[in-house]
T-cell receptor, first 117, second 113 residues
C-alpha cells in the first residue's frame, strides 16, 4: 500500500524567510511518480511539479525548488524568500505507474503554510 | 485553460436527504475523480472513472455512489446523507495518460445537519 506523510501540519514564517516542506513516501513499486500541489484560500488545487522515480535530479523553478532523495524516500519542497502570496496548503502526492492505476493519487495530509508580512 | 466546474460552492442538507454533487470538465479528459478533504487527513479518493459508464472504487467509497453518463460530467451521489459526510468535496479530471497531473475544481463544502 502506498502512503504519503507530511509531518508538518502548520508552518508560520515571516516574509523573505526560506521554508522547507517535508514529504516522505512509502511504496513497493519501483516505478512511481511524485507530485506537489498548492491549495490557496480559494480552494482549487494547483499543480506545481511531477517527478518520476528514475529522475533524482533536483529541480528549481524561480523561488521554488524540490529535493528528491530515493535513499530516504523523501521529496521535499523549498520556497526561497517566501512571500505572503505563498500562504496556502501544500500537498504532496504519489501515484503508481500504469495507464489507469497511474492516474490514482495518494495524498499526504497537507501542510498549511502562513507567510506573515 | 482547463476548466473543472462544480455545481455548488456551499451546500447544506439534512440527514437522510439524497444529495447530488455535479462536476463538469471541458477538456475532453477520460479520467474524472471525486475526493473528500478533511483537516489532518488530506484528500482521500472516493471514486474515479476512466471512461463513460466506467467507475472504480477509491479508498473510501462507503456511503457514496457515482454516475458518468457523459464524458464531461461526473456526479457524486450521497444516497442518504449523514453528518459524518460533512466535508469539502473536490472533483478532478485528467487525460488517460500515465501519471498526468490532475486538474481540480473549486470544491463544494457540504454540511449535513
Amino acid at each position: 500500500a502506498q502512503k504519503v506523510t507530511q509531518a508538518q501540519t502548520e508552518i508560520s514564517v515571516v516574509e523573505k524567510e526560506d521554508v522547507t516542506l517535508d514529504c516522505v513516501y512509502e511504496t513497493r513499486d519501483t516505478t512511481y511518480y511524485l507530485f506537489w500541489y498548492k491549495q490557496p484560500p480559494s480552494g482549487e488545487l494547483v499543480f506545481l511539479i511531477r517527478r518520476n522515480s528514475f529522475d533524482e535530479q533536483n529541480e528549481i523553478s524561480g523561488r521554488y525548488s524540490w529535493n528528491f532523495q530515493k535513499s530516504t524516500s523523501s521529496f521535499n519542497f523549498t520556497i526561497t524568500a517566501s512571500q505572503v502570496v505563498d500562504s496556502a496548503v501544500y500537498f504532496c502526492a504519489l501515484s503508481e505507474a500504469g495507464e489507469t492505476s497511474g492516474s490514482r493519487l495518494t495524498f499526504g495530509e497537507g501542510t498549511q503554510l502562513t507567510v506573515n508580512p | 485553460d482547463v476548466k473543472v466546474t462544480q455545481s455548488s460552492r456551499y451546500l447544506v442538507k439534512r440527514t437522510g436527504e439524497k444529495v447530488f454533487l455535479e462536476c463538469v470538465q471541458d477538456m475532453d479528459h477520460e479520467n474524472m475523480f471525486w475526493y473528500r478533504q478533511d483537516p489532518g487527513l488530506g484528500l482521500r479518493l472516493i471514486y474515479f472513472s476512466y471512461d463513460v459508464k466506467m467507475k472504480e472504487k477509491g479508498d473510501i467509497p462507503e456511503g457514496y455512489s457515482v454516475s458518468r453518463e457523459k464524458k464531461e460530467r461526473f456526479s457524486l451521489i450521497l444516497e442518504s446523507a449523514s453528518t459524518n459526510q460533512t466535508s469539502m468535496y473536490l472533483c478532478a479530471s485528467s487525460p488517460l495518460a500515465e501519471a498526468y497531473e490532475q486538474y481540480f475544481g473549486p470544491g463544494t463544502r457540504l454540511t449535513v445537519t
